[in-house]
């Protein structure tokens, strides 16, 4: 089982704050920004005697809801199709759990969450990686790369769009051509869609359940804890109009009994947020982007492509080890009091050096704080031991 490249370095942090050191944290996809009113007010005015369990499949009454939310984005599901689970995390699980067996293989193009690669280790599956670059901009290589590493074994295709940890978003061609070899091969389609509501550029948002023909291959991967700014609920979502799927889900579902209760509560009521809750945040996030990749971009040896999505991206630095850096910055560095937290990125692949010389970094922070911390990993980048020249990156 790997680390958490996004958490292993959490202690490192902590004893830098011990030690009166400022951290920057831009390691972890933790918004910063406020949850909607409407699902605190939720939480505070429970009125129920009893904190019973909830069905396994999750609460009528959200599911109900969440149909209508779907609606928004042209995706027509039945509260029937949708389960809920303990954030995407468990619904990745149990997608994984539910349609592969032991040895089965898995396409996920590189850089990914690192999480995948746990719970495919956790089902006995192997991952297939398919490289992308950070030069092209994470764009998917062509369809013949894909069809090299399929083979007896492969049993589904895994993408996050937009994507964590890039911000890629998948364009109308790139679906395309992911639902032709679905179709071709009889595979599944993971889909993790998490960060739906953050797309910054003019190209539509295309969902798998959009895609024609693979209905039943397709297999949805959501969660409130971005949307909403509700990680610490752990409410997330499975859904797919395959029955065979559902019901090999439910047995899981059942034997962890239910979803979280009052999780379940605060999300229903967040999807009456207002129109000006969901404006202002992406608002903010677009700043953001502004913000940080104008900065890095100005760092000599930096290098990051623009994210059209989700509020991530991955920079190349000049640096020996990505790993080796962050953890000076967290053990040995500070500037003015002040350090900055990052995510390798070479976690977030599965290729040996790969990533070697990239971070992943999240621009979940205010902009006066991503100010200061640019001027932070430029003063880092300046003074670290291990630093390259940029002429031979």
Not at 21 to 32: C, E, H, M, R, S
Not at 54 to 83: C, F, H, M, W
Not at 118 to 131: C, L, N, P, Q, W
Request: charged share 25%.
């Amino acid at each position: 089982m790997p680390e958490s490249p996004i958490r292993k370095l959490a202690p490192l942090a902590t004893a830098a704050k011990k030690r009166g050191i400022k951290v920057y944290k831009l390691n972890i996809g933790q918004p910063d920004l406020p949850t909607p009113q409407v699902g605190l007010d939720a939480l505070k005015h429970i009125n129920r005697t009893i904190l019973e369990y909830s069905p396994s499949q999750g609460s009528l009454s959200y599911r109900e809801k969440l149909t209508g939310y779907y609606k928004r984005y042209d995706i027509n599901v039945s509260a029937d199709d949708i389960i809920i689970t303990s954030g995407g995390s468990e619904a990745v699980l149990f997608a994984f759990m539910s349609c592969l067996n032991p040895g089965d293989e898995i396409i996920i193009p590189e850089p990914a969450y690192a999480n995948y690669m746990a719970f495919a280790i956790s089902v006995g599956a192997k991952i297939r990686t398919i490289a992308t670059t950070i030069e092209e901009g994470f764009s998917l290589p062509k369809v013949e790369k894909f069809e090299e590493l399929i083979n007896e074994h492969t049993r589904a295709i895994m993408i996050c769009n937009p994507n964590n940890p890039t911000g890629y978003l998948y364009t109308r061609r790139e679906m395309n051509q992911i639902r032709d070899l679905v179709k071709k091969y009889d595979l599944f389609l993971f889909s993790d869609e998490v960060y739906r509501e953050y797309i910054y550029t003019g190209s539509p948002y295309i969902s798998a359940m959009h895609l024609m023909g693979v209905e039943d291959n397709v297999i949805l991967i959501d969660s409130v804890s971005k949307r909403y700014s509700e990680c610490g609920i752990r409410i997330g979502a499975l859904i797919t109009r395959n029955i065979e799927v559902r019901k090999a889900v439910m047995k899981f579902c059942q034997a962890r009994l239910s979803p979280p209760l009052l999780g379940q509560i605060v999300a229903e009521a967040s999807l009456d947020a207002p129109e000006e809750y969901y404006r202002t945040v992406y608002d903010e996030y677009v700043e953001r982007r502004k913000c940080l990749i104008d900065g890095l971009n100005k760092i000599p040896g930096v290098y990051s492509p623009i994210p059209m999505g989700a509020f991530y991206t991955v920079a190349k630095l000049p640096v020996d080890d990505s790993e080796k850096f962050c953890r000076w910055c967290l053990e040995e560095f500070s500037f003015e009091g002040e350090t900055v937290m990052m995510a390798p990125a070479a976690g977030f692949y599965t290729t040996p050096g790969a990533g070697i010389n990239q971070v992943r970094i999240a621009y979940v922070l205010n902009k006066h704080d991503l100010e200061k911390a640019l001027i932070v990993l430029r003063e880092a980048l300046d003074k670290y031991p291990g630093r390259v020249d940029t002429e031979r990156l």
